[in-house]
């Protein structure tokens, strides 16, 4: 299984470096974990409960974090034990970066894009539903992580910053628009006409 995929998110660069370092944040977000602890240099012990179409399995296994440079991405590698169930293991790379232009914006970075990509091996019962219904559980599992992160980041930082001068925009737009229906209809012309015509008027 090979899945890839991109989101914006309305915290910095930094803060969402540092939320996926967090262990308890990631916890809180992958669905069904109740185990994320850290048992030695960059290593996790994890324990999560799956669903996959009628297969239903408590896994335990471990994540391992290389090549960090933070606070741009890193990549990690998975392995689990699901019991009759199966197994699963596979690598994942994640890399943040700056919004394009949040600087201009605002002085701080309204947000970063993250872009993830992973690549999974299972084996036992999950193994024999078929690629659509694995594939389809990965991106569920996936919508519901940065469904929950997202939710944990705005509770932990506030609202993104963007919001505000977005709600700015829409007015100073409308000016714009207005002054040029003005032109159009011949409001903006009609006082030159006025001001060039009355040194005529008055000599006549």
Known sequence: MEMLGNRRLGVTQQQAWEALNDPETLKKCIPGCDKFELT???????????????????????????????????????????????????????????LDGAA??????????????????????????GQRLIDGAAKSTADDFFKRFEAEMQSRYGPPPAAAPEAAEPPAEKAGVMSGLMKKIGLGKKDDKDASAAPGDASS
């Open 104 to 129: 201009e914006a605002a002085p701080a970075p309204a947000g970063c894009e993250l872009d993830y990509t992973v690549q999974a091996q299972v084996g036992g019962k999950i193994a024999q539903l």
């Open 40 to 98: 030695g240099d960059n290593q996790y012990s994890v324990a999560l409960a799956v669903k996959i179409g009628p297969v239903s399995a408590k896994f335990s296994g471990k994540v391992a974090l290389s090549d960090i440079v933070a606070p741009d991405g890193y990549k990690l590698s998975f392995e689990g034990q699901g019991g009759v169930a199966g197994f699963a293991k596979g690598s994942s790379s994640v890399t943040l970066r700056p």
